[in-house]
């Protein structure tokens, strides 16, 4: 099982990134996907998730401006983020999981290595 983050990169306030998750070794299709982010000195937190059946979660800062999507017939997630803010800055993990509380990263049984997304102010 693998998870393949990518996308991120240096930007600065108010600029796009769009970051990329495949997944390979598993049943893409019944997985309910996972962002988080964890900053320096911070714990990990959730940022958006997307079920199997499309039902799409946020934390309320993204709202808005981040957007998760995901590709079933490339086994991939997406995570738009937009009007990107210095504070957005953090490595950002891709997650899988098939059960629980998709805002939660207990439930999540499989990680990516993170994507560096540094938003300069």
């Known amino acids: 099982v693998q998870l393949q983050a990518s996308g991120g990169g240096l930007v600065q306030a108010g600029g796009s990134l769009r970051l990329s998750c495949v997944s390979s070794?598993?049943?893409?299709?019944?997985?309910?996907m996972g962002w988080f982010r964890q900053a320096p000195g911070k714990e990990r937190e959730f940022v958006a998730a997307?079920?199997?059946?499309?039902?799409?979660y946020y934390r309320d800062s993204v709202k808005g401006r981040f957007t998760i999507s995901r590709d079933n017939a490339k086994n991939t997630v997406y995570l738009q983020t937009n009007s990107l803010k210095p504070e957005d800055t953090a490595v950002y993990y891709c997650?899988?999981?098939?059960?629980?509380?998709?805002?939660?990263?207990?439930?999540?049984?499989?990680w990516g290595q993170g994507t560096q997304v540094t938003v300069s102010s």
């Open positions: 997307i079920s199997s059946y499309g039902d799409t």
């Open positions: 997650a899988a999981t098939k059960r629980g509380e998709l805002t939660q990263d207990r439930w999540y049984d499989y």
């Open positions: 070794g598993r049943t893409f299709t019944t997985d309910n």
